[in-house]
Structures are given as C-alpha cells and as structure tokens.
C-alpha cells in the first residue's frame, strides 16, 4: 500500500501546523498506522525557516502529552505535487496556498483544517500568536477533535483492512 501522505499548513510553521503534526503523529502511531501515513507540517510565510516551534507551543503540547520535534520550513511547490492532503489552518493560508498551485492541478488535495468534522461550525484554526496559555489550549483542542476527525475520515476512506 502506498503511504498516505498528509501536510500541515500555517502561516509560520512555530505554532498551529507543527502541533497538528505533532498531535497527528501521537495518534496515527497510538493507532499503529505509522508506516502508512506520513506527516509533515510547514508555513506559507518563510519567517522561521530552520526554527523550533514557539516556546508555549511546546509548553501547552507537553502539559497535553504530546511531543514536538519540528524545525520551521516554508512551503513549496513541490509540497503540492507531493502530498495527497494538504491541510491549511486558516482562509487566509488556504487561499495562499492555492495561489501557489498555478495551473490548478492540486486544488482538490488542500483543505481548511477543521473541514472533516461535520460537527465543527468554525473553518478556522485562530492563531494564537499574540494570545497568552488560554489561547494555546483553546487550539490545542481543537485541533485534538479536528485530528480525530481526519483521522477516521483517512481510516474510513484509506487504511481499514490495509494494515
């Protein structure tokens, strides 16, 4: 089977993207489905290439048991030929990432984060940048309950009976 291979997307790849991964990645192996997903996560802005995660990313990831180990990378376009799902934070980095994909080739593999969760009413992940630990837990959560929906939507549609 080929491995399905899944990209988060923010804007500067220090706080909602690597800790999607990272939460993503803590599920997928807990599930036993490593060898059949791969994650990444990256920034359409090229401000922290080659930086660790925010501090109280890391902080609020540790405090809910997950373990980041990323460094900053900024999107290419080689990303959209490369992976199947590509999964933006926010409009504003979707719509940056469409804009990326110039002969609209990939369009049907970017979504908006919280789109696999019927019950979700939001389509945003806030950045909770210039917030305080309130804020980094409010996206800590939902990006567990948006995970957990990915995750069966990719479980439904492509790994049931293929492990």
Known sequence: MTKVKVLFVCLGN??????A???FKHK??????????????????NYHIGDTPDDRTIENALRNGIVINHLGRQLQHEDLEYYDFILAMDRSNHQ?????????????????????????THDEVPDP??????????????????????LQHLTKNFLLNKK
Do not use: W
């Not at 940056?96 to 979700?120: E, G, P, Y």
């Open 28 to 45: 997928v192996t807990r599930r036993g489905y490593e060898s059949h997903i791969e994650i990444d996560s990256c920034g359409t802005s």
């Open 14 to 19: 220090i706080c909602r993207s690597p800790l």
């Open 96 to 120: 940056n990432i469409l804009r990326l994909d110039h002969t609209n080739q990939h369009h049907h593999k970017v979504f908006l984060m919280r789109s696999f969760n019927a019950d979700d």
């Open 21 to 23: 991964e990272a939460i």
């Open 129 to 150: 940048y210039y917030g305080g630990p309130r804020g980094f837990q409010q996206v800590f959560e939902i990006l567990d309950r948006a995970t957990d929906s990915f």
